[in-house]
């Protein structure tokens, strides 16, 4: 996605998501909305500075990853598990370069 104000209006709709979805009643339907509002802010973090975003997309990440795994959804968990080091190989990157 090229457009930022796609990705504000997919976070908004996620975050809203999530709060319709109950965590113990739908797990998996609440990490997989947790790995897309990741995928968001990751996207919206590799387009500007800082590690707001980012940091805010490797939360939303470790909460998906925690649900994959306590449901063994082990193809999920592999997913996750690729979004999320390459949102702390960012951060990670971006706090290097900082003076």
Known sequence: MDDPEILLE???AFRM???KYALT???LDWAMT???LGFALLSLGEREPGTAKLDAAAKA???AQWVYAHEK???HLEIV?????RTKA???ARQAQKP
């Open 10 to 12: 997919a976070v908004q």
């Open 17 to 19: 998501a999530l709060g």
């Open 25 to 27: 009643n739908n797990p």
């Open 34 to 36: 947790q790995n897309n």
């Open 61 to 63: 990440f470790c909460e």
């Open 73 to 75: 959804a082990a193809s």
């Open 81 to 85: 598990a690729e979004n999320l080091g």
């Open 90 to 92: 960012l951060i990670a």
